[in-house]
């Protein structure tokens, strides 16, 4: 019965793309309501960011700019994708109380809601890769196509995640910050400032088991003009799997709760 109830739920909030997608146009709209620039002020202090830590990581790392500079961009945009979407799931149901309380609105639509909300600002600060590939690194390929299915198993991983640290963190309040500095921590195990290659070979472990590296690689990659390796695809669609069965199991047991949590 409890399976049934959470399929049913998983099934009406896919089959309206449409609520949950102007929801999160809505949100855009509020959050920089009077602004002239809107969300590409977030894009500006991004861009400012990356190109500030650039040159001076460049400089520190010994790398050349045209090198570094793209590599930096690209993982740290797509890094700021994940580290939002996964800091905002963990007030995921808490947030939108209000609405819980009055509406009966499938839970998976408030997370989507937050992850269309996240891709509608990494598109905009997407267009800092797009000016940092063109005019610093080799330019585009064919090969940064590959990039698009690489964002679609990435948005796939983080919701599920996501869905999952909702739940954990609506039961156990105490869990937010945990989730939060594990973010964080996340952050400079994985590379992003930092090349696995120019690691020793005894520490390359760092990356080569971290499954973020991996999952951050199978879009960062072609838009660098490489290839994800095939371990890059193994690793994350293992990922997938695991998070949508974790986070499944957990819905599918405490999705009639969730009301009474908060």
């Given at each position: 019965m409890f399976f049934e109830s959470a399929a049913k739920e998983f099934f009406v909030a896919f089959a309206r793309p449409h609520l949950w997608g102007l929801l999160a146009w809505y949100d855009i709209k509020q959050r920089y309501r009077r602004s002239v620039l809107g969300p590409f002020w977030l894009t500006i202090s991004t861009g400012v960011l990356i190109a500030t830590l650039g040159l001076l990581w460049s400089t520190l790392f010994k790398t050349d700019l045209h090198e570094y500079l793209p590599y930096f961009a690209a993982g740290n945009v797509v890094w700021s994708f994940v580290s939002m979407q996964l800091n905002e799931a963990t007030t995921g149901f808490t947030q939108f109380e209000h609405l819980i309380k009055q509406s009966r609105l499938p839970y998976p639509s408030y997370i989507l809601r937050l992850?269309?909300?996240?891709?509608?600002?990494?598109?905009?600060?997407?267009?800092?890769?797009?000016?940092?590939?063109?005019?610093?690194?080799?330019?585009?390929?064919?090969?940064?196509?590959?990039?698009?299915?690489?964002?679609?198993?990435?948005?796939?991983?983080?919701?599920?995640?996501?869905?999952?640290?909702?739940?954990?963190?609506?039961?156990?309040r105490d869990m937010v910050p945990v989730v939060q500095n594990l973010v964080t921590v996340g952050y400079f195990l994985t590379p992003i400032m930092w090349d696995a290659q120019r690691l020793p070979e005894q520490h390359r472990w760092v990356a080569a088991w971290n499954p973020l590296s991996h999952v951050i690689d199978v879009v960062r990659a072609p838009l660098l003009g490489h290839l994800p390796s095939v371990l890059n695809w193994l690793v994350s669609l293992a990922?997938?799997?695991?998070?949508?069965?974790?986070?499944?199991?957990?819905?599918?047991?405490t999705h009639q709760r969730v009301a009474y949590w908060i």
């Open positions: 992850l269309c909300r996240n891709l509608i600002i990494f598109l905009h600060n997407f267009l800092i890769v797009i000016i940092v590939v063109s005019f610093v690194g080799d330019g585009w390929s064919l090969v940064s196509l590959v990039a698009i299915p690489g964002m679609l198993l990435l948005s796939a991983i983080v919701f599920f995640v996501s869905l999952a640290c909702a739940l954990v963190c609506t039961r156990y990922a997938l799997a695991i998070s949508a069965a974790i986070s499944w199991g957990l819905f599918a047991r």
